[in-house]
């Protein structure tokens, strides 16, 4: 529950409660007048709601679990720890820069296909270091 929400409700209930006890020390004096104890009530019951309220949505929320949204972003400089440049696949025929589109995983090795001069090879692992 919001803060203001929250303090809107306690405080109208305060207000009732207050506004609970006067009518109910009114219809004492001087005489018992049964229409403002009862007014009393009602103001009392009133003020219940409000505080009934704050106190059964307070309830739900605590036991909800709290769901922390974390968004963890990992790029490739992170784990390579170099140069991205150093990491990008180019064509060993006409250095065309290749997608991953363009390999596929065989048997073999890495099959590059290039989309722009149609060489098509095995790509030998180049060394990281
Ligand atoms: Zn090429």
Redesign the pocket.
């Known amino acids: 529950m919001r803060g203001y929400l929250k303090g809107i409700l306690i405080g109208a209930g305060v207000f009732f409660v207050l506004l609970g006890l006067i009518f109910l020390l009114a219809s004492f004096t001087p005489d018992f007048q049964l229409s403002i104890l009862v007014i009393a009530v009602i103001l009392f019951l009133i003020a219940g709601g409000f505080i009934g309220s704050v106190i059964y949505v307070e309830k739900r929320e605590s036991a909800r679990p709290v769901n922390i949204q974390q968004k963890v972003e990992i790029k490739a400089t992170d784990l390579v720890g170099g140069d991205t440049r150093a990491q990008e696949m180019k064509?060993n025929?006409?250095g065309?820069p290749l997608s991953s589109k363009d390999i596929r995983i065989t048997d073999l090795g890495v099959l590059v296909s290039?989309p722009?001069?149609g060489?098509a090879y095995v790509m030998e692992e180049a060394p990281k270091w």
Do not use: D, E, F, L
């Open positions: 064509c025929g006409c065309a290039c722009y001069c060489k």
